[in-house]
Every structure is written in C-alpha cells, then in structure tokens.
C-alpha cells in the first residue's frame, strides 16, 4: 500500500507524531507498505486564492507554483492518507487547514446530491479507493465536545475517516509520565497492525486509544502545578 503521512504539528518534537510513529510502526511491521511522510510547516504552501482557477484547469492541480501540487500528486494516489496534528483551537493548525483547502483540484465545480441529502461536487479521483485515518492530540484533558468541530469537518470532507482524538498529549514528551505514555504508545502500535489487517479499527481499540491517561483532575493539578 501507499500511505501518505501529513504531519501537521509545527513543532520538531510533536507529541501527536510520537503517536502517529507508534501506528506506523505497527501498520508496516514487516517494512512492504511505501510511507511518505510530509512535515508540512516544512513546505511552501500559500493558502487558497479562492480563484478557482484549477477547475478551468481541470487537471487536479492548483494554479499557485508552489509546493502543494506535489503533495496533489501522492495524495490521489495514496491508499491511506493520515492526518495527524495538534488541535488547534478546536481544528486544525492553519498550515494543515492550507493543504486540505487546496485539494479542490481533485473535485470538479460540477455538484451532486447525494442520497443522504447531502451535496458534493463531482470527484475528479476515486476517492471511495482511499482509506483516510485521523490522528489528533491535545492539550486538554477529556471533555465533552472539545474534539466535535473537528469530528464534523473531517466526517464531511473526507466521508467517515477512522478517527483517533487523544486527549492529554504534551505527557507523550514529559520523561516523568512514560508510566501511563509508554502503554499508550504500545496500544497505537497495536492498533497499527489491525488497521493494516483490516483497514479499519474495532469501536473497542479506538475506545482503548482515546482513554486519557490520568484523570482530569490529576491531569489540571500538574499543568496548574508551576502556576498556583
Ligand atoms: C494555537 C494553539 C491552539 C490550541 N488549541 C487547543 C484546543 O482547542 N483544544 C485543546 O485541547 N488543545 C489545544 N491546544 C494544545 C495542543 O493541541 C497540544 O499542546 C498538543 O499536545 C500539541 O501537539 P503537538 O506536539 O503534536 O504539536 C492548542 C495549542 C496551540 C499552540
């Protein structure tokens, strides 16, 4: 398989790659999968003109030279694509939301209505090929509906994708907390394995990946603990 990595974390040392690498780890144990990581505040990527000038176009590429028409090119391609980035005030980081803004190259102006009411416009790939995974950390511990702008986005733009909304994640780089980070980590390269088995995870395994590490009250007396 191909599977298209698009790390959105700005940081050299993302708390969310740390779990992203263990899910690699395990979906290519046996090293026969071609994995392409893009490190995308690495690229020059200018955020849509809104000219629609790659419709006119019609050739899955963008109008603006820079950096993304490459990535266009591995993504229709791609058999997985991953996602993986901080929440950003409840999104996604602004240079992410840049690349996927930019993947309308790969539909055309034409719309169609769909059964379940819903509208899109006619896909210019075979995006029903494509198996899109969703790896997103965060800064707070768990609460309902800190991850549910992002959950809706990613359900409409890319059909029901796996997704993976891990709460507490700066304790993936605190040496103190490898206790409860370690497990976790070992459970993302599990679950790495069954998506390569099956190309999708049980309810329960993403239940087992999203469990937060400590509890909320644990977890906001060590952030507040240097603050108080
Ligand atoms: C600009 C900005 C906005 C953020 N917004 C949220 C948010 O809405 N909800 C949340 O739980 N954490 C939020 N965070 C915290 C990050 O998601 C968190 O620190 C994460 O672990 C960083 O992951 P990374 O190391 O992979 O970049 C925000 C952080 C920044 C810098």
């Not at 030279?65 to 991953?82: G, K, M």
């Not at 511990?141 to 702008?149: I, L, M, Q, S, V």
Request: net charge negative; proline share 6%.
């Amino acid at each position: 398989m191909k599977i298209l990595v698009l790390n959105g974390s700005p940081k050299k040392k993302s708390d969310t790659f740390r779990l992203t690498d263990a899910f690699l780890k395990g979906l290519n144990r046996d090293g026969e999968h071609e994995v392409h990581i893009v490190n995308v505040i690495d690229q020059k990527i200018a955020p849509c003109h809104g000219c629609f000038g790659c419709w006119q176009r019609g050739d899955g590429h963008c109008v603006i030279p820079d950096d993304q028409n490459e990535i266009l090119d591995v993504y229709r391609d791609a058999d997985v694509i991953i996602w993986s980035f901080p929440l950003y005030c409840y999104g996604m980081p602004s240079h992410l939301k840049a690349v996927l803004d930019r993947t309308i190259p790969l539909v055309k102006m034409k719309m169609v209505q769909q059964t379940d009411g819903t509208v899109q416009h006619e896909a210019l790939v075979d995006f029903s090929r494509i198996h899109t995974v969703v790896i997103c950390g965060c800064g707070f511990p768990h609460w309902e509906g800190n991850f549910d702008g992002l959950k809706q986005m990613c359900k409409t733009c890319f059909g029901n994708p796996e997704m993976i909304c891990v709460p507490e994640t700066p304790m993936l780089n605190v040496p103190a907390a490898a206790v409860v980070a370690d497990p976790l980590l070992k459970r993302f390269e599990e679950a790495g394995a069954e998506y390569a088995a099956n190309l999708c995870l049980s309810a329960e395994t993403v239940a087992a990946l999203e469990t937060p590490m400590i509890s909320a009250e644990d977890y906001i007396r060590n952030v507040n603990g240097d603050l108080s």
